[in-house]
């Protein structure tokens, strides 16, 4: 089982929902939880970062098609 799988899960769940009411948004979810909704990745990063450190965490863009990256990738606030 991967590290995301539970929130990969419950955004799954949510999918349908979170693109009717907030497409081209990006969605933060910790733990299985939806943490909210946010106009850029980098806003939904610096809060992802802020309450939960390093993570793992998930965030996504509502309506576009999943991306992976290298777990070498690692946000940077640029303002840190």
């Given at each position: 089982?991967?590290?995301?799988?539970?929130?990969?899960?419950?955004?799954?769940?949510?999918?349908?929902?979170?693109?009717?009411?907030?497409?081209?948004?990006?969605?933060?979810?910790?733990k299985?939880?939806?943490?909210?909704?946010f106009?850029?990745?980098?806003?939904?990063?610096?809060?992802?970062?802020?309450?939960?450190?390093?993570?793992?965490?998930?965030?996504?863009?509502?309506?576009?098609?999943?991306?992976?990256?290298?777990?070498?990738?690692?946000?940077?606030?640029?303002?840190?």
């Open positions: 089982m991967g590290i995301l799988d539970k929130e990969i899960a419950a955004f799954e769940k949510m999918r349908e929902q979170l693109e009717a009411e907030h497409f081209g948004k990006w969605v933060l979810f910790y299985k939880d939806m943490i909210g909704t106009d850029s990745f980098n806003d939904a990063a610096q809060e992802a970062a802020k309450r939960f450190g390093e993570g793992p965490y998930l965030i996504r863009q509502i309506g576009s098609r999943s991306q992976s990256l290298p777990a070498s990738v690692l946000f940077r606030p640029i303002n840190a």
